[in-house]
Nanobody, 115 residues
Framework: QVQLVESGGGLVQPGGSLRLSCAAS????????MAWHRQAPGKQRELVAV???????NYADSVKGRFTISRDNAKNMVYLQMNSLKPEDTAVYYC?????????WGQGTQVTVSS
């Protein structure tokens, strides 16, 4: 069994920064794609950023230039550096990973951008 645990969420003022982390643990041979999704109240869950095992990244248009996804393959971790945060970035952020061909999700961490 594999678990994904997110950390780093919280309350931040507009224009501020946060760094989310996600640790994958359990019986792991290989993690292919890792990603961050988010879900705001009353909205569908959406893809924020994705990174392949080889470091190829892609971002939602709404976060390009402000968010950076990265990963540490040796530690089975993925990160999301969020800068210039806006109130519309407020959401629960979920980590996702394809581990040995199986799709896993974390429980989510709340990010609130408000003055």
């Amino acid at each position: 069994q594999v678990q994904l645990v997110e950390s780093g969420g919280g309350l931040v003022q507009p224009g501020g920064s946060l760094r989310l982390s996600c640790a994958a643990s359990g019986t792991i041979v290989s993690i292919n794609v890792m990603a961050w999704h988010r879900q705001a109240p009353g909205k569908q869950r959406e893809l924020v950023a994705v990174i392949t095992r080889y470091g190829i990244t892609n971002y939602a248009d709404s976060v390009k230039g402000r968010f950076t996804i990265s990963r540490d393959n040796a530690k089975n971790m993925v990160y999301l550096q969020m800068n210039s945060l806006k109130p519309e970035d407020t959401a629960v952020y979920y980590c996702r990973a394809f581990v040995d061909g199986t799709d896993y999700w974390g429980q989510g961490t709340q990010v609130t951008v408000s003055s």
